[in-house]
């Protein structure tokens, strides 16, 4: 008899129904792996310059889902091969400027008159080359820059486009970059130089500064002087790794680096030139002949036909120190292979010349170097699909010159977006991984996953409040179920009888996964019958439940966050029913277990309004309350056992006021406040919840995001409730004064100085001017003298009745 489905990842590796979504064919078609059993893969790793943001996440951590299902859901065998890109026009600029502006630095340590010069004229020179609307530098300074911003721009930064009728986009965004930049540094240098250290100034006109310099002296660096590239590509290369294990992305199997494999790429590239399908220019470079390869036969830009003529794309894929003498090309859109090194550039030895590599080059060499002339998958971010991938596909079938397809099947991930443009480091309009995840700390590796395995794989999402209360509220979901299952699976009597509607709904659950997985990895969908899973399991009666049912559910849905990689490293066949994070820390549970203890029995004799002083001084001295941490010196740290301790101190305590021995409500309320103070302040306080349940002891669980957000709800209604007190506490007021009015004198001087003439219930009928009011005028202020009225008498009710002359002496009552 096969497993149930509940029971498993499959452990398969046939399966003939899995369809993925292939951007060679724009469609979901179904997935055939060369090797049974076996996947190949190559995945387009990063460009090591600058920390990874939130964009690279979703490309990895996305990646590493569909990865994780295809090996413990599927079953596969898989080959990951993953480049890092540490030689490329943007290393070289980045690493460049950095040597040259450390270089300056170390030259001039404090701030003189001569640095806030350079400064200056490199603010100017920045000014001139990236905001073409501003006329000359003439007509700016760093004290009327804002101004004349908001003449030449405020179009852009109040949400316009640069051209009319065209909608912002990337071009928009890189200007506000620009302005940015710029205004940074207008404030460097308008700040008293007394008031900013060297460090502060230098890190704010760093941008202006590093792009003058590299421009006057970037070719002055040796070709052969690697050090210079390499000290900037090895620290981020190994800053991009940690932040792949903060987010709980696997390592790749082979991680290959272009400046380790120059000599396999100039012979990739020599056998692409002798294959007729690429030619050397005048300068050294080598390009792809793209109406040679197509006149062989081979189709050129299938992923993205449409933007094979787009130059803007192809000019982004060349980089930008490329050659820019568009004559030394037999055509416009042909690309390098190898690139002839100018003057402060790195460079290899190759039959044309110093050179290095073209970009698209570097992973068809590696790539083919690892897995050879065909491989199952290549995947990357969908903005590699041109001209980067589309490059690498047609340089590669052109060297393996067999008419063969390179790649079977390309797997586009969508890229996460901020206000309508695509995260990027050459717009800085980015939040880096570190600094979601541990400064800002607006997400976790779990929460972020979530999110993507939220929407689908390829497309784009959009970062909203809404998408960031949904994935929470699947989280608080997904803690709340795994507590209460496992809360339930200590204390129900285990049993062999198993309901079948529980185990059906399963069943059910198991199909639909399966169902979502085999179409093109449908996470949503899946994660969606987790969500109904739980809804059904929160809704049967747990008393016709047993502890197998719970451990059933309570494996399926484990199983199913461990293969999604929700829950760190655990195997995806795990025994071990819930995800990390829900138990409190170890070095607290010798202290909050007997807390919550204590005060369970206390809470609930209070409730029953039974508590005695007597009673108190019972529960509390058969506590262990006498742990204390050592004392230490300075500002007390708040502690485990500290909050134990106060609580029992505050309870006994509460006996001894006169109130409680007095009287016995009291001391109920006493307690009960204290209850909920340990529950919302002092526990709290220390990432602790005590969740109160009916007819159950609390649930001592962490504080999770969920539960600070409902918190955060719960004050903020709290709070507009009282806010919406205060404001109909003030509107009573005025229409108290205004009620005090007698309205005879509502329409008369100081009140009102409209009018000159009164009737005798004083309505006005004539203006100042002489002038006699209307009819209709006249009636309308009746009106409103009419509302006065009922109001004013209304006021007049309320107050005390006047008392009758000679009654209020003492000798009158007699």
Same mark, same amino acid.
């Given at each position: ?11 398969? #590796? ?29 995945? !387009?790793?990063? *460009? ?102 908001? /003449? ?46 060297? /460090? ?9 500064? !590093? ?18 590239? *390499?000290?900037?590509? @090895? ?23 272009? #400046?380790? /494999? ?20 005048? &300068? $050294? ?77 570097? !992973? ?7 897995? $050879? ?46 206000? $309508? ?10 939040? *880096? ?10 997400? #976790? ?44 699976? @200590? ?94 820390? &170890? ?87 204290? !209850? ?65 009015? &007698? ?72």
């Amino acid at each position: 008899m096969s497993q149930p489905l509940w029971t498993m990842p499959t452990g398969a #590796t046939h399966q003939p129904q899995l369809k993925v979504y292939n951007s060679l064919t724009r469609s979901k078609v179904p997935f055939v792996p060369i090797q049974p059993g076996h996947i190949s893969w190559y995945a !387009c790793g990063p *460009t090591v310059y600058d920390d990874s943001h939130l964009g690279h996440a979703r490309n990895y951590v996305t990646t590493d889902i569909i990865r994780r299902i295809l090996r413990d859901y599927f079953g596969f065998k898989i080959r990951f091969v993953m480049n890092t890109t540490d030689i490329d026009d943007k290393i070289i600029l980045r690493a460049r400027q950095r040597h040259l502006y450390d270089e300056y630095k170390k030259n001039h340590r404090y701030i003189d008159d001569q640095v806030r010069q350079d400064a200056q004229q490199a603010w100017h020179y920045y000014i001139q080359k990236n905001l073409k609307r501003i006329a000359s530098k003439d007509l700016i300074t760093p004290e009327t820059f804002d101004g004349v911003i908001e /003449h030449t721009y405020g179009d852009v930064l109040a949400g316009g486009s640069l051209e009319p009728g065209t909608k912002p986009g990337d071009k928009e965004a890189k200007i506000k970059m620009h302005i940015n930049t710029a205004r940074n540094a207008a404030k460097a240098l308008m700040q008293d130089p007394k008031l900013l250290t060297p /460090h502060e100034f230098y890190n704010r006109v760093n941008d202006i500064m !590093c792009l003058v310099l590299d421009e006057q002296f970037g070719s002055t660096i040796r070709g052969d002087d690697y050090a210079v590239f *390499t000290k900037l590509t @090895k620290e981020y290369e190994a800053r991009f790794f940690q932040d792949m294990h903060d987010l709980n992305v696997i390592d790749p199997d082979d991680l290959v680096r272009v #400046t380790e /494999h120059g000599k396999e790429i100039a012979e990739f590239v020599k056998k692409i030139v002798d294959n007729k399908m690429g030619y050397r220019t005048s &300068d $050294g470079s080598v390009y792809f002949d793209i109406k040679a390869f197509e006149a062989a036969g081979y189709p050129y830009a299938r992923l993205e036909p449409w933007n094979r003529n787009d130059k803007e794309l192809q000019a982004d894929g060349e980089g930008a120190l490329s050659q820019k003498d568009a004559t030394a090309k037999r055509s416009d859109a042909d690309f390098a292979l190898w690139k002839a090194s100018k003057p402060g550039e790195p460079s290899w030895d190759s039959e044309w010349g110093p050179g290095r590599p073209g970009w698209h080059i570097e !992973c068809s060499a590696m790539a083919s170097g690892k897995l $050879g002339q065909q491989m199952d998958i290549h995947s990357g971010g969908i903005d590699l699909a041109f001209p980067h991938h589309d490059n690498e596909l047609a340089q590669s079938e052109a060297f393996w010159a067999n008419h063969g397809q390179w790649v079977n099947y390309f797997l586009h991930m969508g890229h996460l977006s901020i206000q $309508g443009s695509k995260m990027s480091k050459s717009l800085k309009n980015f939040t *880096t991984i570190r600094e979601a995840l541990h400064v800002r700390k607006d997400w #976790t590796a779990r929460s972020l996953r979530i999110v993507f395995l939220l929407g689908n794989w390829k497309d784009g999402i959009e970062i909203t409040d809404d998408m960031v209360t949904e994935g929470r509220n699947w989280e608080d979901r997904v803690d709340n179920f795994f507590l209460n299952a496992i809360e339930a699976i @200590k204390n129900t009597k285990s049993s062999d009888e198993r309901p079948a509607g529980l185990e059906d709904a399963v069943q059910e659950a198991a199909e639909k996964v399966r169902t979502a997985l085999l179409d093109s990895f449908n996470t949503p969908i899946a994660m969606n019958t987790i969500s109904q899973l739980i809804n059904t399991y929160n809704s049967a009666k747990k008393s016709e439940l047993t502890a197998a049912d719970h451990r059933r559910v309570g494996l399926f849905v484990t199983r199913l966050v461990n293969i999604f990689g929700l829950n760190g490293s655990e195997p995806a066949d795990t025994e071990q029913v819930g995800w990390k994070g829900i138990e409190i820390p &170890d070095a607290a549970k010798e202290f909050v277990y007997p807390l919550a203890k204590m005060r369970d029995e206390l809470r609930q004799a209070a409730i029953a309004k039974s508590i005695t002083a007597e009673k108190v001084q019972e529960i509390v001295t058969t506590s262990p309350t006498s742990l204390e941490e050592p004392a230490s010196s300075g500002r007390p740290r708040p502690s485990y056992a500290r909050a134990l301790s106060e609580f029992s101190r505050a309870a006994l305590q509460a006996t001894s006021s006169p109130a409680a021995m007095e009287s016995s409500p009291d001391l109920n309320k006493q307690i009960l406040a204290l !209850c909920d103070r340990v529950r919302d302040i002092d526990l709290w306080q220390l990432d602790i919840y005590l969740e109160d349940r009916e007819n159950a002891p609390a649930l001592v669980r962490p504080v999770t995001e969920g539960l600070k957000a409902a918190r955060r709800e719960k004050e903020d209604k709290a709070r507009q409730k009282e806010e919406a007190r205060k404001q109909r506490e003030r509107e009573a007021q005025e229409k108290l004064q205004k009620a005090k009015l &007698d309205p005879r004198e509502m329409f008369k001087p100081p009140h009102q100085t409209e009018y000159s003439a009164w009737d005798d219930d004083g309505v006005p009928t004539t203006a100042r001017n002489g002038t006699p009011l209307t009819a209709s005028r006249v009636k309308k202020l009746r009106k409103e003298w009419e509302a006065q009225r009922k109001a004013h008498e209304k006021y007049l009710a309320t107050l005390p009745t006047p008392v009758p002359n000679g009654l209020d002496s003492p000798s009158a009552t007699r």
